[in-house]
C-alpha cells in the first residue's frame, strides 16, 4: 500500500491536465484587475498590448473597445493601435456605441483590448453582459487582454456595498476571474490615487470633489485595495495548485473541510451564499448551500419561492451545489445532513425575530449553536438585503387558480354533521354534538386544504350557535358558558383544521417528491436499458414533455453543425431565430432563445444538455403559453432530466466511439497484414514464374527436354499458387461486404468431395488421402462451388501443416438432423489458444519452423462460405493422436430427395 500511495502522488491529476488541454483550445484572458477607477488598468492593458506588438511584428492586436474618459496619455497609447469601428444602436430615442462582436470575429486578430468587463450591454444585443461577448470571442481562439474593478465581482459584491455605502449593479461572476490565465492587479496607494483625482486626471473637478468626500475616503481605498490583493492572492493560489497537480508536484493538499450555507426566502440569504463562497475559498473546500423544505414554506407566496430560487441559482453560478431536503426542525434536519455529509463549517444568518418570538418560537442560528459539537457555526449578520441577481433564463410563476369545489364539498360535509347532530340531539349533550361537528371540520382539512378547513370552521360555529345553543335558530347566546363553549369551540376547530392541513400538505408534498422520484427512477432505469441513441433520445424527448408539460426538441452535433435529432412530439422543422438560438447555445454551452438573456426572440427556449466532461447536445422545450418556460421547481426538474439524458447520451456516443476505434484498429491490421501478405505471397510465386520464364527464354536451346519440363511445371504450379491467393482475396472481399449469396441446391456430399480431391491432388501428393463416408449420407443443401472451395482450402491447410507421407483423413456420418465432415490431419495441432482465432482474416500459426505458411485467409474463407450456408464449422485437435481436426456440421433440410430420385 505505502508503494500504491507513492504511485498515485507521483502522477499527475488528470483534472489538471484536461484543464491545461482546455485552456490550449480557447484564447487566453488576462484580467488587470484594480481596487476602484482612476488607478490606470486601461493604461497598463495599452502599454503592455503595445509592448507586445512591438516585441513580434507579426503579433496582430487590435482595440475592441476601450474608454480613454478623455485622458490624453491613454488617448496617445489608443492612437497605435488598429480600432474595430464601434457599433451604432438606437435605445430609445438615442444612438449609442458598443463593441461590435461580428466585425471582432470576422477580423480575427491575435489580441484584442476590451475594456470593462463588467459593462451591461444595450438592449437588443446579442448578449445580455460584455463578459459573454469574451467568452465568445475566447472561445474562437482570440486571446483577450480586459480591465475590472474589484467592486464588479459577484463575491465581493455585499462586501464592497457594506464598505463603500455604494451596491454596484454590474457584476461579474467569480468564474470569470477563476477561468482567466492571468489576473495583474494594477495597484495604486491611496495617497496617490487622491492625489490624481485632484489633479483631475480620474474625473472632472467638480465631480472629484465628491468622489474623494464619499467613495474615494481613505478608509474605503484601503479597504478595497485590501479586498483586490486578496482576490489576486487566492487566484494565484489556485494557479500554483493548477500547476502542482498538472506536474506531480508533491506538497499539502487541502483535505477535510466542508462548508455548509444555510438559507431560506430570507432577502439575506445572497450574502450568506457569497459569505459561503468566500469561506470555502479560504478553505479550498467543497461548499453546499441548503434548504430545509418545512409545512411553512410549502405555501409560501411566488416572490418569496423566486427569491428561494434565485439564492439556490446563485449558488451554484458561484461554484457550489445547491440542494433542498424535506424536514420538520430546521436546525436539527440541517445538522443531521452536515453529521452525514462530514461537513465542518455551518453558516446561518443573524436571527432578525423579536426577542419575544425567539422565545416562543426559538432561533436556528441558537439551535444550530447549541447542539452543533465539533462543528464550527458561522452567523453572519447579512444586513444589506440585496435584490434577486439577473437570471440567466427567467422562471415562469407557478399557475394559481381558485377552485370552487373544495367549498362546496367542505359545505356538504357541514351539512352531513349537520344532520347527524340534529339525530343526535334528543340523546347527547350539546357539548358532545360540537365533537360530531368538529369531524366535519377535520374531514375538510384532510381532503380539501386549509382555505376549505377554515372556511369549514366558521361555518361549523355559526351553525353550531343557530342550531344547538339557547335561544335556537337565532345567532343570540343566552348563557354565558354557551358563549365560552362556542368560542372553544371555535378555537379547537381553527387548530385542529390548521394541523390537520399541514399533515395533508406534508403528505401531498411527499406524495408528489415520491412521483418525482419514482418517474425518475423509471427514467434511468429505461435510459439503461436502452442501446441505441435514437431510443434514448425517444426515451428523453418523451419524459421531459410529459413531465413538464412542454413540447421538446433534441438536437446534437452534425457535420460541423447542429440538426434536430428527436422530438415529442415530432417536430423537424426549425425557424431561422430558432436554429440560430440553438447553435449559440451549443457553441457558447449557455442557454438561449425565449426567457433567456440571448436571442429572446426565438420560438423555443434551448439548454444545452452537458456532462462533467463537455455539452453534447442541446434541448429545446416551448408551449402554448407566454412568457418564461417553466417555475423553480420544473427548472430543478429539468436538470435532473437533463443530467440523466446527457449521462446515456454520452454513454451511447462512447460506445460507439469504443466500436469505430475498434474497427479502425482492425482493419489497421488486416491493411498491414494485407499488404504483408502481398509482398510475400505475391511476391514469391511471380518471382519463381519470372527466373522460370526467364530462363527458358536465354537458355532454350542449350536445356535438356526434363529441364525444360520442370521450368514449365514451375511456371504452371506458381502461376496456379497465385490464382489462388487472388482468388481468395475475392472471395475475402465477398464475404466481408455481404456479397456472397449461395447458389443452393441438393447435391451428394461425395460428390462435393471427389471434386475437392481432384482439384487438390498435386497438393496431397506426398500425402496418403482416407475417405471414411457411408453411402447412405442424404442429399444437403449446398452451393457446389462454395462447398467445393471450402473443402478445397482444408485440404490445403492440412497439406501445409501435416509432414510429408502422414494421413489426411476425411470422414463423414448423419447425427440426428445434421452431416457432421470432418478433415483430419496428422500435424503437430493447433494451440488452445488459437482454436478461434485460425478463423480470423490473415491470422496464421506458426509452423515448426517459426515460418508462416499461406496467406492466413483460407480458414476465414471457410466460415464465411459454410455460415452462408447455414452450417457451423469448428477447429480443434486430435484425441487419438496429434494433429488438427476441422468439422463442418450442415442442416438435413426438410424433403430430401434420395439419389435415385434425381437420376
Known amino acids: 500500500m505505502p508503494d500504491e500511495r507513492r504511485d498515485v502522488d507521483t502522477r499527475p491529476s488528470p483534472d489538471a491536465l484536461l484543464e491545461n488541454a482546455e485552456r490550449e483550445a480557447r484564447g487566453r484572458l488576462k484580467i488587470f484587475l484594480g481596487a476602484a477607477p482612476g488607478v490606470g488598468k486601461t493604461y497598463e492593458m495599452l502599454a503592455l498590448a503595445s509592448g507586445r506588438a512591438r516585441k513580434s511584428e507579426g503579433n496582430d492586436v487590435v482595440i475592441g473597445i476601450v474608454e480613454t474618459h ?15 469601428p464601434r457599433r451604432k444602436v438606437e435605445y430609445k430615442g438615442h444612438v449609442l456605441d458598443e463593441m461590435d462582436l461580428d466585425a471582432i470575429l470576422a477580423r480575427r486578430p491575435q489580441l484584442v483590448l476590451v475594456d470593462e468587463l463588467a459593462h451591461t450591454n444595450v438592449e437588443g444585443s446579442r448578449h445580455s453582459k460584455r463578459y459573454l461577448d469574451v467568452e465568445e470571442i475566447l472561445a474562437q481562439g482570440i486571446d483577450v487582454y480586459s480591465t475590472l474593478n474589484v467592486q464588479h465581482i459577484e ?35 491611496p495617497d496617490d490615487l487622491i492625489k490624481r483625482l485632484h489633479e483631475g486626471k480620474v474625473y472632472l473637478p467638480t465631480t472629484a470633489k465628491r468622489a474623494i468626500a464619499n467613495y474615494f475616503s481613505p478608509g474605503n481605498l484601503t479597504a478595497l485595495r485590501e479586498l483586490a490583493l486578496r482576490r489576486t492572492a487566492e487566484r494565484v493560489d489556485d494557479q500554483l495548485l493548477s500547476h502542482m497537480q498538472a506536474h506531480a508536484i508533491p506538497g499539502p493538499w487541502a483535505a477535510g473541510d466542508r462548508v455548509l450555507v444555510c438559507i431560506d426566502h430570507d432577502p439575506r440569504g445572497a450574502a450568506l451564499v457569497r459569505y459561503a463562497k468566500r469561506q470555502a475559498d479560504r478553505l479550498r473546500a467543497p461548499w453546499t448551500a441548503i434548504h430545509v423544505e418545512t409545512s411553512g414554506s410549502i405555501n409560501l407566496p411566488d416572490a418569496d419561492k423566486d427569491r428561494l430560487a434565485s439564492h439556490l441559482r446563485l449558488a451554484e453560478q458561484l461554484g457550489g451545489e445547491a440542494m433542498t431536503i424535506p424536514g420538520q426542525s430546521v436546525a436539527r434536519d440541517i445538522l443531521r445532513h452536515a453529521a452525514a455529509h462530514n461537513v465542518t463549517h455551518v453558516v446561518t444568518g443573524k436571527p432578525n425575530k423579536p426577542r419575544w418570538r425567539e422565545l416562543v418560537e426559538g432561533a436556528v442560528s441558537h439551535d444550530l449553536i447549541r447542539h452543533a459539537g465539533d462543528i464550527s457555526v458561522h452567523v453572519v449578520s447579512g444586513a444589506e438585503r440585496a435584490p434577486p441577481a439577473a437570471r440567466g433564463v427567467k422562471t415562469a410563476p407557478p399557475p394559481r387558480q381558485f377552485k370552487l369545489q373544495p367549498y362546496l364539498l367542505s359545505t356538504l360535509y357541514i351539512s352531513i354533521a349537520l344532520a347527524f347532530s340534529a339525530l343526535l340531539d334528543q340523546v347527547l349533550d350539546v357539548r358532545n354534538l360540537a365533537l360530531v361537528l368538529l369531524i366535519g371540520v377535520l374531514t375538510s382539512a384532510v381532503t380539501a386544504g386549509l382555505g376549505p378547513a377554515l372556511y369549514t370552521c366558521f361555518v361549523s360555529a355559526l351553525v353550531f350557535n343557530f342550531f344547538f345553543l339557547e335561544p335556537r335558530y337565532t345567532f343570540t347566546i343566552r348563557d354565558p358558558e354557551s358563549v365560552l363553549a362556542l368560542v372553544f369551540f371555535l378555537v379547537v376547530a381553527v387548530t385542529a383544521s390548521n394541523l390537520t392541513a399541514r399533515v395533508q400538505r406534508q403528505a401531498a408534498a411527499a406524495r408528489q417528491r415520491a412521483r418525482t422520484t419514482e418517474d425518475l427512477y423509471l427514467f434511468a432505469k429505461k435510459l439503461a436499458s436502452t442501446g441505441t441513441l435514437d431510443d434514448v433520445l425517444w426515451a428523453t424527448a418523451h419524459q421531459v414533455a410529459s413531465m413538464l408539460k412542454v413540447r421538446v426538441v433534441i438536437l446534437l452535433p452534425e457535420d460541423g453543425s447542429i440538426a434536430v435529432k428527436a422530438g415529442y412530439p415530432p417536430d423537424d422543422t426549425l425557424v431561422d431565430a430558432d436554429i440560430a438560438a440553438a447553435r449559440w447555445a451549443w457553441e457558447n454551452d449557455r442557454p438561449a432563445g425565449r426567457g433567456a ?30 412568457g418564461p418556460l417553466l417555475t423553480p421547481e420544473q427548472q430543478r426538474l429539468f436538470d435532473a432530466l437533463a443530467d440523466q439524458a446527457a449521462l446515456a447520451i454520452e454513454r451511447v456516443q462512447l460506445v ?9 484498429a482492425e482493419a489497421d491490421r488486416l491493411r498491414s497484414a494485407l499488404l504483408t501478405s502481398i509482398s510475400h505471397d505475391l511476391k514469391t510465386p511471380l518471382a519463381a514464374i519470372m527466373g522460370a520464364a526467364g530462363t527458358l527464354r536465354d537458355y532454350s536451346g542449350a536445356m535438356r527436354e526434363d529441364d525444360r519440363t520442370d521450368l514449365l511445371s514451375t511456371v504452371v504450379d506458381e502461376s496456379e499458387r497465385l490464382n489462388r491467393f487472388i482468388a481468395n482475396l475475392l472471395d475475402m472481399t465477398r464475404i466481408e461486404s455481404g456479397a456472397t449469396e449461395p447458389n443452393a441446391s441438393f447435391h451428394d456430399v461425395g460428390d462435393v468431395v471427389g471434386t475437392a ?3 487438390a491432388a498435386k497438393m496431397l501428393a506426398r500425402h496418403k488421402t482416407v475417405i471414411e463416408m457411408p453411402p447412405d449420407l442424404p442429399m444437403l443443401k449446398l452451393d457446389p462451388v462454395l462447398s467445393e472451395q471450402v473443402l478445397f482450402n482444408l485440404l490445403d491447410n492440412a497439406a ?21 465432415l470432418q478433415v483430419m490431419d496428422e500435424g503437430p495441432g493447433i494451440p488452445s489458444g488459437d482454436l478461434e482465432r485460425v478463423f480470423d482474416s490473415f491470422y496464421r500459426v506458426r509452423k515448426g519452423d517459426h515460418v508462416r ?42 424433403g430430401t430427395p434420395n439419389v435415385e430420385d434425381l437420376t
Open 597 to 626: 438573456d440571448t436571442l429572446p426572440g426565438a420560438k423555443r427556449l434551448y439548454l444545452p444538455l452537458r456532462t462533467g466532461r463537455t455539452a453534447i447536445g442541446v434541448i429545446g422545450l416551448d408551449n402554448d403559453r407566454q
Open 853 to 894: 505458411a499461406g496467406t492466413g485467409l483460407g480458414l476465414s474463407i471457410c466460415r464465411g462460405f459454410v455460415e452462408a450456408m447455414g452450417g457451423t464449422i469448428l477447429a480443434g485437435n486430435r484425441t487419438d493422436r496429434s494433429g488438427a481436426v476441422f468439422t463442418i456440421t450442415m442442416p438435413v433440410p426438410a
Open 800 to 820: 501445409k501443416y501435416a509432414p510429408p507421407g502422414s494421413t489426411i483423413r476425411i470422414r463423414a456420418w448423419v447425427d440426428e438432423s445434421a452431416v457432421t
Open 155 to 189: 463575491s465581493l459584491n455585499d462586501i464592497v456595498a457594506q464598505i463603500t455605502r455604494i451596491r454596484v449593479r454590474e457584476t461579474v461572476p467569480d468564474s470569470i476571474i477563476d477561468r482567466a490565465d492571468d489576473v495583474e492587479i494594477i495597484d495604486l496607494t
Open 656 to 664: 460507439a466511439d469504443v466500436d469505430r476505434a475498434r474497427l479502425a
Open 757 to 759: 480431391l481432384r482439384r
Open 70 to 84: 478623455g485622458r490624453q496619455e491613454t488617448q496617445a497609447l489608443v492612437d497605435g493601435f488598429e480600432v474595430i
